[in-house]
């Protein structure tokens, strides 16, 4: 299955920052797609993010709080904007890869002061 | 729409027990069906998926499943049970293309 870099693994924010974090994958894939997990639940899809075409949200997240880049087959940002202690998560992108493999990243555990 | 149901939120098991945690799901069709462990700190790991064939399926650490269309399920099961299998597992059912929706989840306690 593929290899997924994500960044930074952690991060304390002030309210009212952004914070944009990184999705590296060691092979090209179609579609990325970022979770996020609040403090003792389950994950949750934000969004699909496809190379060349804007972002797929889910119900409840929107682009201008959670703006997505894919620039190329290998790598793809998320960015918290405006953040507030309700954004306090752990964030973690994913990937489909050959073979219906599902590949998930370590993770970004989010706390915003 | 999907959905997962994992009704036990907590399970503690002696070390060397038989461990097995349910997972119920609501899908239109044959569903694609993953269980995943997350230890603390840590992102998800798949530990196994059925797409279709054999309705039981093996995976890695020594985790099976079995798919049961007629019960809605995809049971967890691991023989005997190691300290470091002390996680939290999640259930998911895919529509395909990668887009999952999960359980809420089960803390597995392990006791020596």
């Known amino acids: 299955s593929a290899v997924i870099s994500q960044k930074p693994s952690r991060d304390i924010c002030q309210r009212g920052t952004s914070l944009t974090i990184q999705c590296q994958v060691d092979s090209q894939v179609t579609m990325m797609f970022w979770y996020r997990q609040q403090p003792g639940q389950s994950l949750t899809l934000i969004a699909t993010?496809?190379?060349?075409?804007?972002?797929?949200?889910e119900s409840g997240f929107v682009i201008d709080k959670f703006p997505i880049s894919r620039p190329n087959l290998t790598f793809s940002t998320l960015t918290v904007s405006n953040m507030s202690p309700e954004d306090s998560s752990i964030y973690l992108c994913s990937v489909e890869s050959q073979s219906y493999g599902y590949t998930f990243g370590s993770g970004t555990r989010l706390t915003v002061v | 729409a999907q959905s997962v149901t994992q009704p036990d939120i907590h399970i503690t098991v002696s070390e060397g027990a038989s461990l097995e945690l349910r997972c119920n799901y609501s899908?239109?069709?044959?569903?694609?069906l993953f269980w995943y462990v997350q230890s603390p700190g840590q992102g998800l790991q798949l530990l196994l998926k059925?797409?279709?064939?054999?309705?039981l399926v093996q995976g890695i650490k020594g985790f099976e499943a079995e798919f049961k269309r007629s019960q809605s399920s995809f049971n967890l099961r691991k023989p005997s049970v190691h300290w470091s299998d002390a996680a939290e597992y999640f259930c998911?059912?895919?529509?395909?293309?990668?887009?999952?929706?999960f359980g809420d989840g089960t803390t597995l306690t392990v006791k020596p």
């Open positions: 993010a496809n190379q060349g075409s804007e972002a797929t949200y």
């Open positions: 998911a059912v895919g529509a395909g293309a990668g887009k999952s929706t």
């Open positions: 059925y797409f279709s064939g054999d309705t």
């Open positions: 899908y239109g069709a044959t569903p694609y």
